[in-house]
């Protein structure tokens, strides 16, 4: 489980540094507080029962109570946040002195994307945040839960996207541990055998749960997911097709090419250009 908000405080800020590779070792819930947090470096992908998404930096995301969720590294880049943690006390103020409106439409939405220049604002904020949440200030505390309250209301007004991909229907414990194989070890060799055995089912009933879970076949899935991270390679590195390739568990640059192209509707070399 997450680590509980020291008793009595509203509202906590810190600053994680963590390996680039770093990933939850299972799905975890918090039970006590609501959570924000800005993305520095790195990119991550969150999985809940009901819902997917990705979070890249400059990005903000947040986590209510009471949903397990589990974030897998999806960068070569270290994993730099700021991570707020919201008391009850304090989500309830806000909602009757501000807006529940602002509350429940951000927690809804889950992340939030911004220009470079409201990014660069958000950080120069938590930053400032961050510093009184150290200081030996006098009323710190009702400071810090006052520059909250503000933060929200900016993200609000100026998010420009981001969101959650609903899968439809209630994930089973299964069918989520297969998810999370997929997204952290998408580059290897994954088979349906392999993974209906690492679940304790037949290869043909799990096939048919995946199918019924998801809505499309277990390879049809990890083919997606795989077409998911050569789009970031392509638009994030220089390296080759031949080595995008490798990298997300297609056997060469030419098969790459084809499914890339069934999938995206253009080769992955136009669709770099096209970006």
């Known amino acids: ?79 730099v946040s700021f991570l707020i943690k919201i008391s009850m006390e304090c989500k309830e103020d806000f909602c009757e002195r501000i807006d529940r409106k602002v509350w429940d439409t951000l927690y809804e939405q889950k992340v939030c994307s911004f220009s470079a220049e409201q990014q660069q604002w958000i950080a120069g904020y938590l930053e400032d945040m961050l510093g009184v949440s150290l200081s030996d200030a006098a009323y710190a505390d009702a400071i810090l839960q006052g520059m909250l309250y503000r933060l929200l209301i900016y ?21 989520l541990e297969a998810l999370y194989h997929i997204e952290k070890s998408y580059g290897e060799e994954l088979t349906l055998e392999d993974m209906a055995a690492e679940a304790g089912f037949s290869t043909a009933y799990f096939s048919r749960l995946f199918k019924a879970q998801l809505g499309v076949p277990f390879s049809e899935y990890l083919t997606n ?46 669709f770099r250009k096209h970006l």
């Open 1 to 79: 489980m997450p680590i509980s908000m020291p008793k009595g405080k509203l509202v906590t800020i810190q600053k994680r540094e963590l390996p680039a590779d770093y990933c939850m070792p299972q799905m975890e819930m918090a039970s006590e507080h609501y959570s924000l947090g800005f993305l520095i470096s790195g990119d991550r992908h969150v999985i809940t029962p009901l819902q997917q998404f990705d979070y890249h930096p400059g990005d903000v995301s947040l986590m209510p109570p009471f949903l397990y969720h589990r974030t897998v590294s999806h960068s070569e880049e270290p994993y």
């Open 155 to 175: 993200i609000y007004e100026n998010r420009q996207g981001g969101g959650a991909f609903n899968f439809g229907n209630e994930l089973s414990r299964e069918i």
């Open 225 to 270: 997911v795989r077409v998911r991270h050569v789009q970031e390679l392509l638009t994030q590195t220089d390296k080759s097709i031949s080595e995008i390739a490798l990298e997300t568990g297609f056997c060469n640059g030419d098969y790459l090419a084809a499914r890339f192209k069934q999938r995206v509707g253009m080769t992955p070399t136009a």
